[in-house]
């Protein structure tokens, strides 16, 4: 993880801009008259503004005046840079008419089309361009491409600025993987020619207790491609903030930035076995049953069932169930695994019926890590990763391939064909099903895909009947392309025009002889929570694409997630959209997340809460020790998994504090005390227990800690964009 932090010159910031949908060139045109133009906010994609999900093409045109006094500010006097924030999926910038910058490849290009949905933009022009008007009225005209919602220029205001030698400079910080010697780096950077030194000051805290642990000072310069680096070990069972300030020595000019390294809550497991996933499953009669029990503790260990049911068999190696039951009913057995370090049971119902989903499927989805690189060996090795690191013995085991499998045509007959990067599909079901693993995949009920490959347009039946013979176990159905054909529907504004293309799959995966979880992805078009139920979903998208920042994440899961709980239930979940943690990138670029470790400790609390899908996203292979803790503790999922699948729904919103709870199948509720502000909170429970209908606490759990807490003492420190995440018994 990665943060960067500068100060500039008095820039230029505009927060709105005005907008059409549609194409032309002319509309980067200085003169042309813009005035009845819709006018938008920059910071938030045009689908959340009202802009048709439909719209491919936009055009955001924005009038600034840049000064000479900005110029003479600036002890560079270079360039005036354009920070334009990130656009959803390409964009051409024209400053006057003039082609400043460019980010992706958009349709009828030269070359692929290539969406660069992630890549901030940040475009430059020197300061003696004579394109520029100095004092006078400029016109900067965005052209932006969407291939699907939401579209559009997101992530901030836009920032217009003729830079100092300082505002070269940036504070980045990381951290090293290692448990032995765990330790954390700050950077000066510089990206300027100009060599920059100065003074760096760092204050380590403790952010639980506020107790300054240390103060240093340093004198450091750094020039392009030569940062400065300090290397310093940390504790990190800690929770620690770091302050740090760089001081220019010529201007005096200062830059700063905050920082917190990773710090591990959960507590190391047992090694004796532990068994970490629900104690029901839920399957249709017949189906074949793919199932892992999932038990932590020191390998080897054996899983066995002095009573299991006829018609199913333990891999006692690997707790794999697999067999079928034909009659409807509820199959209780007991399940004991041992190893030489001790012996644990559980037991376990399996309900046969016609209700499959009982809890929020857990597991991994290629697409935030790989995106349209996907292939069948990193899947494999994503799967094997999932084992080999321990995720298995927590309830990961959905194996999910998303899109780009598809070859580029069907095969003589009509059925669906991959492409060279899955060579054989049915192989690499089986190889899941052996390791008790679950199996993926992904298409749209339209021509093609988001990513342009197939999709199952006319060839729905063909194509779940394929999905049966490969052994598939889910299915994301896509929205993307059917746009296509909705848009030329007569009926297309109305509800009926949505379900239709979900309920025509519905019915042929019905048909099939097994199990296929049903996820629609339409990101929350109609209110699908109302009727996912109708065309028998497991589980429906609510929002557009999560992307690994606080503001995507805050939107996504504080905002727009606050009213659905009545629609939650086993068997149907919201799904607020994958897992941001860990190293993501949508390509082969692969980053650790944005999101600062607090920011993922309210993510993953978050999403246990809402009873969400808990799909990984991030490259399994590359699993650092805090990421694994995050996923890994099985009280927190506990919460997510638990039976009654009630979706928390949020009690209390205070200012920038949020109490979300949730009632569990034990007659204990599970709280979550959230900081969506910026300084730290001290927030004390009881001051809420009338709002959360409570009365007399009898016990209270910190769930990430796995520690009993006082009952008398319920005053919390929640730190910025953290979370306090307990269970509590009256």
């Known amino acids: 993880m990665a943060f960067a932090a500068g ?67 600036s002890d560079l006097k270079e360039v005036i840079e354009f920070d334009l924030g990130t656009i959803d999926d390409v964009d051409e910038v024209y400053l006057n008419g003039k082609l400043i910058g460019k980010t992706g490849n958009m349709p009828g290009d030269t070359g692929a089309y290539a969406a660069m949905f992630y890549v901030p933009r940040k475009y430059t022009v020197p300061v003696n361009d004579k394109n520029i008007k100095w004092d006078a009225d400029n016109v900067l005209a965005v052209r932006c491409y969407s291939d699907n919602a939401p579209g559009g220029m997101f992530g901030g205001n836009v920032k217009i600025n003729v830079p100092s030698r300082i505002d070269g400079c940036t504070l980045s910080f990381s951290e090293t993987d290692s448990t032995n010697k765990p330790s954390y780096s700050v950077s000066l950077n510089n990206t300027y020619k100009s060599p920059v030194s100065g003074t760096l000051k760092l204050e380590i805290t403790d952010a639980e207790t506020g107790k300054v642990i240390s103060n240093i000072e ?19 069972s800690k929770c620690l903030r770091i302050k740090a300030q760089f001081t220019e020595a010529k201007s005096g000019k200062t830059i700063s930035g905050n920082y917190t ?3 591990i809550l959960t507590p190391e497991a047992p090694a004796a076995p532990r068994f970490n ?30 009573d299991l049911p006829a018609g199913l068999e333990i891999n006692p190696e690997n707790g794999a169930l697999s067999g079928s039951l034909a009659k409807e009913g509820d199959y209780t057995f007991t399940v004991v695994a041992t190893n030489d370090k001790g012996e644990a049971s559980q037991q376990f119902t399996i309900k046969v019926g016609n209700r499959i989903a009982l809890t929020p499927p857990m597991g991994w989805n290629s697409w935030n890590c790989w995106g349209l690189s996907v292939s069948q060996d990193k899947v494999m090795a994503s799967a094997q990763a999932l084992i080999d690191k321990g995720l298995a013995d927590y309830g990961y085991a959905y194996i999910n391939v998303d899109d780009a499998w598809e070859a580029p045509a ?33 298409s749209s009920p339209g021509d093609y895909t988001c990513g342009g490959y197939l999709g199952s347009l006319d060839h729905e039946k063909q194509d779940a009947e394929t999905y049966n013979s490969w052994g598939v176990d889910y ?9 296509h054909k909705h848009v030329n529907e007569a009926d297309k504004k109305t509800v009926a025009s ?41 589980s429906w998208r609510t929002t557009g694409d999560i992307t690994d920042t606080w503001e995507s994440m805050y939107d996504i899961g504080f905002v727009q997630q606050a009213d659905l709980y009545p629609y939650a239930h086993p068997g149907g979940w919201n799904d607020p959209d994958m897992l941001i943690v860990g190293k993501v990138g949508w390509s082969n670029n692969l980053r650790d997340s944005r999101l600062t470790p607090d920011e993922q400790y309210t993510h993953i609390s ?125």
């Open 498 to 538: 949505y379900v239709r293309p979900y309920l025509l799959m519905e019915g042929y995966l019905r048909e099939q002889p097994r199990d296929i979880f049903y996820s629609l992805c339409q990101y929350g078009m109609e209110d699908v929570w109302k009727w996912g139920d109708f065309v028998d979903a497991n």
């Open 218 to 236: 340093k004198k450091i310069s750094a020039r392009d491609g030569k940062p400065a680096i300090i290397t310093l070990p940390y504790d990190r």
């Open 606 to 730: 978050l999403w246990s809460l809402l009873a969400a899908n808990m799909l990984i996203g991030c490259d399994l292979a590359q699993l650092d020790d805090f990421t694994i803790n995050l996923l890994c503790n099985n009280e927190v999922n506990a919460v997510n998994q638990d039976i009654l699948g009630k979706q928390a729904k949020r009690d209390v919103e205070d200012g920038d504090i949020q109490i979300w709870s949730r009632p569990l199948s034990d007659g204990s509720r599970a709280i979550g005390i959230f900081n969506v502000g910026t300084e730290d909170k001290t927030v004390n429970l009881k001051d809420y227990m009338g709002t959360l209908g409570l009365k007399n606490l009898k016990s209270i759990r910190d769930l990430w800690r796995q520690k009993d807490l006082p009952t008398d003492d319920t005053s919390y420190l929640v730190l910025p964009h953290g979370v306090k995440f307990i269970k509590v018994t009256e």
């Open 277 to 306: 996933t629900a104690p029901v499953y839920g399957v249709r009669p017949g189906s074949p049953i793919h199932f892992r029990f999932g038990v932590s503790g020191d390998r080897p260990m054996k899983i066995t069932s002095p």
């Open 475 to 483: 299915l994301k159905y896509d929205w993307c392309g059917y746009v």
């Open 261 to 263: 390294p990773k710090y």
């Open 7 to 73: 100060v500039c010159a008095q820039p230029l910031t505009i927060s709105t801009a005005w907008f059409k949908a549609g194409d032309s060139k002319e509309w980067s045109n200085p003169q042309i008259d813009d005035s009845a133009w819709k006018t938008l906010d920059v910071s938030r994609t045009w689908d959340s503004q009202g802009i048709p999900s439909s719209t491919k093409f936009g055009w955001y045109r924005m009038h600034f005046t840049p000064t000479k006094a900005m110029l003479e500010q």
């Open 410 to 442: 069907r095969n003589a007959d009509g059925t669906i064909a991959v492409n060279e990067k899955f060579p054989d599909m049915k192989a690499l079901g089986d190889w899941l099903h052996e390791r008790g693993l679950k199996f993926g995949i992904y």
